[in-house]
């Protein structure tokens, strides 16, 4: 496998999550952006789209019901009202949490059950062929989890023990996604190809296109919770600390650093960015006030109901025509899993060769020549310089952690498992094949999503579902 292999799998510039669809459609939620309009939609970032199983900052977590019920059958297996209503309970408090659409409970409900069955179908699929989740990759998921909501495992865990959710259903839930993942990643994504006639197409389109749908946002969001219960006078309060914080950025305050200590927002941790993505995946609050303010403008505080926004326009394009990027140059070690052979102890050989690295015992192109699986093994795992979606979203976010010089822990893909170090990084003005490069990126996740989308609906069909008792919460 050469560097190349890792390349367009799921690009970042139009991924809104970790995982596989249920994935893709909980980490919208959890960054104010809209779910996909299909049960299926996109994959990304491995597994930050676990957002949807962890509760809302200050979240009130509720006792299950003493009598559960079942509301559907997947073949064999069953899925209960507590399943969809604990689902349904966190879904709804992080799009209260972004101030996004809240649609009726009974058809949240629904979506959710439907949700739910979509992810059965995927995880009997991915057991019945032989796919594996180990331990080590579930600890892997748990940890970015935790990383992407800006808090501690332990923390994380509180929150959810708050919200009637053991470690251990936790745990088999995000193993149930990285199944789906890896069933989609090996039914699908082998399919997909790109032509140039596709990238003109696509291009002409954007350039034709006037409204939102063309127009792609990265904002900078802080976010001030005001909760259900609050009285006037408490909303008043929070009202007027959105304001204070809004004079400070006024005043030359950076941004970032503001946002990671004082917003509510799960992207805090990251300085409030949300990423370029389609204005259409914002909510409607958000684009409106943006649309027509400058890059590095600022805008608000907005009111929702869930609270107080302070919006920074970070950047603002043309969907696929980004001039300007930031580029990584990378080497890897790569290994992959042998049968018989655990994640788990590939990833503690990869560790075992990056203590020798970090002591000063080993040279890390050196070893990629010895010991790595990949075809960058003759240039010392040198991936040349890249520009974003260039990687399948796991390595690439395990990258953007980096800073110049730093080594990553083992990072799984389905490729095997990595040590990733970071070189250099810049920003690039990209020639216009690279700008096609990128484009590429774009349009294959747009097929991606069809194709996936043909492929589950395809598999639920074939499968026996049988709709019980409507769900309740």
């Avoid at 919006?311 to 790569?334: F, M, P």
């Amino acid at each position: 496998m050469t560097s190349r292999a890792l390349s367009p799998a799921r690009a970042c510039l139009t991924s809104a999550l970790a995982a596989a669809a249920l994935l893709a459609g909980a980490t919208a939620f959890a960054q104010g952006l809209r779910p996909p309009a299909t049960g299926g939609g996109q994959a990304a970032r491995l597994p930050a789209n676990a957002t949807e199983l962890l509760p809302a900052p200050g979240g009130s977590g509720s006792s299950l019901r003493a009598a559960d019920f079942i509301v559907a059958v997947v073949n064999s297996e069953p899925i209960t009202n507590n399943e969809v209503r604990q689902r349904a309970e966190r879904t709804a408090q992080q799009l209260m949490a972004q101030g996004a659409p809240m649609p009726p409970r009974d058809v949240l409900a629904r979506e959710v059950l439907e949700r739910l069955i979509l992810e059965k179908v995927q995880v009997q699929l991915a057991r019945e062929s032989g796919l594996k989740v180990d331990d080590w990759a579930v600890d892997q998921a748990e940890q970015s989890v935790a990383r992407q909501n800006g808090v501690p495992v332990e923390e994380m865990y509180r929150r959810l023990a708050a919200d009637g959710i053991g470690r251990e259903r936790f745990r088999e839930d995000l193993r149930s996604q990285l199944l789906a993942l890896r069933v989609r990643e090996r039914d699908v994504e082998a399919r997909v190809r790109v032509s140039e006639l596709d990238i003109d197409q696509y291009l002409r389109e954007q350039q034709q296109s006037s409204g939102p749908s063309g127009l792609e946002l990265n904002l900078g969001h802080i976010f001030i919770r005001v909760p259900e219960d609050a009285t006037p006078a408490q909303s008043a309060e929070l009202q007027a600390r959105a304001q204070q914080l809004m004079a400070e950025l006024q005043q030359g305050a950076d941004f970032a650093a503001l946002a990671q200590r004082a917003s509510d927002a799960p992207e805090a941790a990251r300085g409030g960015e949300l990423g370029l993505r389609p204005a259409a995946r914002y909510p409607d609050l958000f684009v409106g006030a943006t649309r027509d303010a400058a890059v590095g403008s600022l805008v608000g505080p907005l009111r929702s109901p869930a609270g107080f926004h302070i919006l920074k326009v970070l950047d603002k394009s043309r969907a696929g025509l980004a001039a300007t990027v930031t580029q990584n140059h990378a080497r890897h070690i790569l290994l992959r899993v042998p049968p018989g052979t655990t994640e788990r102890q590939v990833a503690e050989r990869l560790e075992e060769l990056r203590e020798r690295v970090v002591r000063g015992q080993a040279d890390f192109g050196e070893l990629a020549r010895e010991v790595s699986q990949d075809g960058s093994s003759k240039d010392g795992g040198d991936l040349g310089w890249a520009s974003p979606g260039r990687y399948v979203p796991e390595f690439e976010e395990a990258l953007n952690a980096l800073s110049p010089g730093e080594i990553s822990h083992p990072v799984v893909s389905r490729f095997g498992v990595h040590l990733i170090q970071l070189l250099e990084r810049r920003q690039a003005k990209l020639t216009q094949r690279e700008q096609r490069d990128m484009v590429r990126n774009v349009v294959r996740e747009k097929k991606l999503d069809e194709a996936y989308a043909q492929w589950l609906q395809e598999a639920r069909a074939r499968a026996y579902v049988e709709l019980r008792e409507p769900p309740q919460w």
